[in-house]
């Protein structure tokens, strides 16, 4: 393969969760590869599902609005050559308040697609969108892939077992699945409507809207980020890539930073803004992990990957997708 971006050209690629921030970047990327691309998306309400993140390729990319729990996923799995599966539930708090609904999507979620995978379509690529919460409290940073699990939430709890799944059917059915660990993305197309699905797409709303941002603790909790962009040329890699075939695999920086500057920077590139320093509500205190950036040794070496937009560049695009498009996020 001369370019693992000419892999797509023609290919047909279905994404679930297509419509969701993540998910809908990678659509819209796929479809400027020229593959052929389905969105599938059940659109629950506080999930992140919108219409609106797929504006101008409404006639590029087909879009099926169904839960993937049930038979339908056994229908729309066939004829597909790779599974992006971004389907999920991504809030910690939330996983906390109703465990079981956390569960139900999830866990039980994903088996649905693995078995409609594994009767209707064994030979198709699976790429899972994990996540560095699995990890909980680092106890020693960087964190690579081979650091202890101890999730401080139900939703990392739950994300271990759907990743796991997916591990399993790889090693008991030679389905070819691999594991993407997320950290914290950022970018246009993101859920800022509440603050339960990430504290940086609440702070671009709050910036945007010219409201005071709240940081809890002292602000000096250090995180790496990832732009969207750059997260989706990780998934493509790893759609693209054999060398992925039942791997997990770390996204992240080598260039954390800590809340206090994060914000101080968001504020200067905005041209405006302000900040407090405030306690940590106790809901939040018990899931917080602290300090945590990843080691992406494994990401460069396996997906020949790596950040390359810088986090003032993306936050400049970021901020002005807002501001363009705000109306529609809301």
């Not at 409609?116 to 892939?145: C, F, H, S, W």
């Not at 070819?176 to 797409?201: D, K, V, W």
């Amino acid at each position: 393969m001369s370019d693992y971006r000419d892999f797509y050209q023609g290919r047909r690629v279905i994404v679930t969760g297509g419509l969701g921030f993540i998910g809908s970047n990678l659509c819209r990327r796929l479809a400027d590869l020229q593959a052929h691309v389905l969105a599938v998306d059940s659109l629950l309400p506080d999930y992140g599902g919108n219409r609106f993140n797929l504006d101008g390729y409404e006639n590029r990319i087909e879009v099926n609005i169904a839960d993937v729990q049930g038979r339908a996923m056994e229908f729309l799995v066939q004829g597909q050559e790779v599974l992006f599966n971004l389907a999920g539930q991504v809030s910690h708090l939330d996983s906390m308040r109703d465990p079981f609904t956390d569960l139900e999507i999830n866990c039980r979620s994903q088996l649905w697609i693995l078995e409609a995978v594994r009767k209707m379509n064994p030979d198709i690529k699976i790429v899972y969108a994990g996540t560095r919460q699995v990890y909980g409290k680092p106890t020693r940073l960087p964190v690579d892939e081979t650091h202890p699990l101890n999730p401080t939430d139900v939703n990392g709890i739950n994300k271990i077992s759907g990743e796991l799944y997916h591990l399993v059917y790889h090693a008991a059915y030679g389905i070819r699945a691999s594991s993407l660990r997320l950290t914290n993305t950022y970018g246009p197309r993101q859920l800022i409507r509440h603050n339960r699905q990430g504290f940086i797409g609440w702070f671009m709303r709050q910036i945007v809207l010219g409201e005071e941002i709240q940081i809890y603790g002292d602000g000096r909790q250090r995180r790496d980020f990832n732009h969207v962009d750059d997260v989706v040329e990780a998934f493509l890699r790893a759609g693209a890539l054999e060398t992925a075939d039942g791997q997990i695999i770390n996204l992240g920086s080598d260039s954390p930073i800590s809340l206090l500057d994060l914000v101080k920077t968001m504020v200067r590139i905005a041209g405006g803004g302000s900040y407090s320093i405030i306690p940590f509500p106790d809901e939040r205190k018990r899931i917080d992990i602290g300090d945590f950036y990843a080691d992406i040794t494994k990401a460069r070496h396996v997906l020949g990957w790596e950040p390359l937009v810088p986090l003032e560049q993306g936050i400049d695009r970021t901020i002005r997708y807002y501001r363009r498009h705000r109306a529609n996020y809301l």
